[in-house]
């Protein structure tokens, strides 16, 4: 079945954007036929074709799901974005498809990406959000410095490192918890920065013995804290 998006649904009748109406029209979606919406907010709604005669979509509504598939965690992962927009892109799309919560860009001492095409990644993120057929669109953040990010209030919390005999993130990592995890840059993150983060109580992790690149590395932090909450 396919699921379409707006940020705005009434809940009794929806038109679809242009955008949304054209991906109809090239589905061969007819009146009749039935599609499902989501918010991206938890709410899931099924839909009826009422009419596309003009070119553009409109639904009458005939069930709302509220909480859809909610996940009994919350992921929050900041990460420096790779210096190949495509990289950091496809880890948005695959770790949107996994269920996280929350993206924040992450500025370090040792990044090589300062700027980032917001408007391109938020549609990344629709588009995997509609693949992986969920209820619920991740927030991207603008991104901010990473001292400022690691003074920010969060619950249970883990920085990535390249060191050796730290915790695996699979054995401290606890379920039913909101969690961030911040993965760095190519380069990894500075003492500084690691020294920064310990202060203010992110526990220092690893992710195997293998060195993984940040995206990678983004993907295997989202799957471990999946499947510790499956």
């Known amino acids: 079945m396919h699921l ?7 809940p009794e009748f929806h038109i679809l954007s242009q955008e949304e109406s054209k991906h109809c029209r090239v589905l061969r979606i007819k009146a009749g036929d039935f599609v ?22 409109h639904l009458k509504i005939v069930e709302h799901f509220t909480d859809f598939h909610k996940k009994p965690y919350r992921l929050h992962i900041g990460i420096a974005p790779t210096k190949h927009t495509d990289r950091f892109e496809w880890f948005l ?37 509609k693949q992986s057929f969920s209820a619920y669109l991740p927030k991207l953040n603008y991104m901010v410095n990473f001292s400022d990010f690691v003074n920010s209030a969060f619950d249970q919390k883990f920085i990535a490192v390249c060191t050796e005999n730290l915790p695996h993130l699979s054995s401290v990592c606890k379920p039913g918890r909101q969690t ?5 840059p190519e380069g990894d993150f500075s003492e500084n920065e690691i020294m920064l983060a310990q202060k203010n109580n992110f526990i220092p992790i690893t992710l195997g013995k293998n060195r993984l690149r940040t995206e990678t590395a983004g993907i295997f932090a989202c799957s471990v804290v999946n499947i510790i909450n499956s």
């Open 36 to 57: 499902y919406l989501t918010d991206g907010k938890g709410n899931m709604f099924k839909a009826i074709v009422s009419d596309n005669s003009t070119g553009i979509y």
């Open 93 to 129: 799309e695959k770790a949107t498809e996994l269920g996280i919560c929350e993206f924040t860009p992450l500025l370090c001492e040792h990044s090589e990406k300062t700027h980032l095409k917001y408007e391109r990644l938020e549609k990344v993120l629709v588009s995997a959000l």
């Open 180 to 184: 961030t995890i911040l993965i760095g």
């Open 4 to 10: 379409f998006y707006a940020a705005h649904i009434d």
